[in-house]
């Protein structure tokens, strides 16, 4: 899309591209007054290029209520916009499409005005029903949306009424504990795009990659323009977009944003070094050190900003099968045994996989709260060191025992042989699937590492529940505990080694769904950290996942591209993309 000039555009066109900037005409003037945009305070830039980023895999999909994998979640998040917003550096709360809120003083009441001339990607207005209309499919039991068990609060889902066509009040039957965060990361709808599906059923279906550019609209700095499966997916710039800079032109600067699959790392790194793309983030220290030494001559910057909020794990398959896969339910004897997963906790050199997989930039975890979180980490968890004694000990405790080669077995002499699958395109997991699976020989276990393409371990994972560990990893898209709801409750969709439980499988389990809902609630902080703490606690007992370490966020960029300012929550690099710029032609 060409850069267009206020000074010369036809009233007819005014009224559909307004800048917040001087203008001549009467009728540009008239466009300004219909509309609120947020200004920003960060330094102005100039319009005009385009960033190429890439993804390891392929979005799932384009549908930001279905949505549960990271290169989709990248993708619509550029595309789509929330009523609230945290902002990703400062973690604080700030105005988005709502341009205020109130909060009545029992904290049951959240009243939303809505900014003035608020537009979808393709012109089309938004008011308060499309609000409505996006927050009664979240609450949908039928559309099963990751996001709906945010929006129970006190056991009761939040009702949404509209007082006008600007102002929304979300009613809750308790208080909530994170008072306005909660509305961020909901995308508001366009209703007069999704209504027919979602009467149909069908909502589900919609927005996959499948489908034409022109049947999307968001709320984003940028909206669909292109699909090449295999290769790239092009956005461009969305003219209708509700902020500003400071010197009154309307935002994004970039005309477009170029998402390029490719299926590695190493390949990442390769197209990054030679130009090809202008920011990389989240690689390997090895990856970081090599772009290091190039960085001056090629012309970019590499940064490490410590350890973030991800956390990565290895879990075992606690589903219920239902008769369903015996092999794997045969298995599920050893995964269900405490004992067994405490003596594969004991068993991991989790300082060898900082040191061989991170060469030193990352730090060990004994539960979900990274460093990078200073609010919420329980400093009362045991960090016990590696034991193999203590592990054989609890093996030997659990009815297991080895034969004369050494091979464990349990009680009934049956070998104990797993696998371990893992995403093929994310090396460093790949890497610590196999150090665990020389950890674990030493106990005298047969483990096989099985490397998948994301979408089928996706699928396996929630889906088939066809496999016996998994070694995944998870970033908290807030530092606030409730942006891990989904996870930590039962009925979550990612509470990932048996998800979706229509009633808690443990004990254990229902007293962390009872402690979440409790701090959700909560409205002093000291209350809501001392429940936390539990959970924590309680999780750290039970081991449902085995924590292994938190890497530190390693990102790079060209030089030159402005307001680039990475930050520890995701998405960690685009967080901000409406404001970057290229400061030369």
């Not at 604080?92 to 904290?107: F, I, N, R, Y």
């Not at 599920?332 to 068993?347: N, P, T």
Request: charged share 25%.
């Amino acid at each position: 899309m060409k850069r267009r000039n206020v000074l010369v555009l036809a009233a007819a066109i005014c009224a559909v591209f307004v800048f917040w900037a001087t203008a001549t005409s009467a009728q540009s003037n008239a466009a300004r007054a219909d509309e609120e945009l947020l200004v920003l305070k960060n330094e102005a830039g100039r319009s005009g290029g385009r960033l190429v980023v890439s993804l390891r895999a392929e979005p799932k999909t384009l549908n930001p209520v279905t949505a549960t994998d990271n290169p989709s979640k990248e993708v619509i998040w550029r595309m789509m916009a929330d009523l609230v917003h945290i902002n990703r550096l400062s973690q604080q709360t700030e105005p988005a499409l709502a341009m205020s809120w109130k909060v009545s003083p029992d904290g049951l009441r959240y009243t939303l005005k809505l900014r003035r001339g608020l537009r979808f990607s393709d012109g089309h207005a938004l008011d308060a029903d499309d609000v409505l209309f996006s927050f009664q499919v979240y609450l949908d039991e039928k559309v099963h949306a990751p996001q709906r068990d945010l929006l129970m609060v006190g056991g009761k889902p939040i009702v949404v009424r509209k007082l006008d066509l600007r102002t929304i009040v979300f009613e809750l039957a308790q208080p909530y504990g994170a008072a306005e965060r909660l509305f961020d990361g909901f995308a508001i709808l366009p209703r007069h795009r999704l209504e027919q599906a979602y009467r149909e059923g069908k909502l589900a279906q919609a927005w996959t990659l499948a489908s034409l550019p022109a049947d999307f609209a968001g709320l984003g700095p940028f909206r669909l323009k292109e699909y090449v499966s295999g290769q790239r997916l092009v956005l461009e710039r969305n003219p209708y977009y509700w902020k500003a800079d400071r010197k009154g032109q309307r935002l994004p600067y970039l005309e477009e944003l170029v998402f390029l699959f490719v299926p590695s790392e190493d390949a990442q790194v390769i197209r990054f070094q030679a130009g090809e793309t202008d920011v990389i983030s989240r690689i390997s220290a090895e990856n970081f050190t090599v772009l290091g030494r190039q960085a001056h001559s090629r012309g970019y910057t590499m940064t490490d900003l410590g350890p973030a909020l991800e956390y990565n794990f290895l879990f075992f398959n606690l589903n219920h099968l239902g008769g369903k896969l015996p092999p794997i339910a045969k298995k599920q004897a050893w995964f269900s045994k405490l004992e067994f997963r405490r003596a594969v906790s004991a068993a991991v050199d989790r300082e060898g996989i900082v040191k061989l997989v991170y060469q030193g930039r990352a730090v060990p975890l004994w539960g979900q709260i990274t460093p990078g979180n200073k609010l919420w980490g329980n400093p009362s968890l045991p960090k016990p060191p590696r034991s193999l004694d203590r592990a054989r000990q609890l093996l030997r405790a659990a009815g297991f025992n080895w034969r004369s080669d050494g091979t464990l077995v349990d009680a009934g002499g049956e070998a104990v042989e797993f696998s371990i699958v893992s995403s093929a395109s994310n090396a460093e997991r790949m890497k610590m699937a196999t150090l665990l699976q020389d950890d674990l020989k030493q106990l005298g276990m047969r483990v096989h590492v099985v490397p998948l393409d994301f979408r089928a371990l996706l699928d396996r994972l929630l889906t088939t529940k066809d496999y016996e560990a998994c070694v995944l990893g998870l970033a908290s898209g807030d530092a606030d505990p409730n942006s891990d709801m989904n996870v930590w409750l039962s009925s979550g969709g990612t509470h990932l080694w048996n998800p979706a439980q229509s009633q808690p499988a443990t004990p254990w389990e229902a007293e962390v769904d009872r402690l979440m809902k409790q701090q959700l609630v909560a409205r002093k902080p000291a209350e809501r950290k001392r429940l936390y703490d539990r959970v924590q606690q309680i999780v750290a007992e039970n081991q449902p996942v085995i924590f292994l370490v938190s890497p530190d966020l390693l990102v790079g960029a060209k030089n030159g591209l402005g307001n680039f300012r990475p930050a520890t929550l995701d998405h960690y690099t685009l967080w901000n993309v409406e404001e970057l710029y290229w400061r030369k032609p």
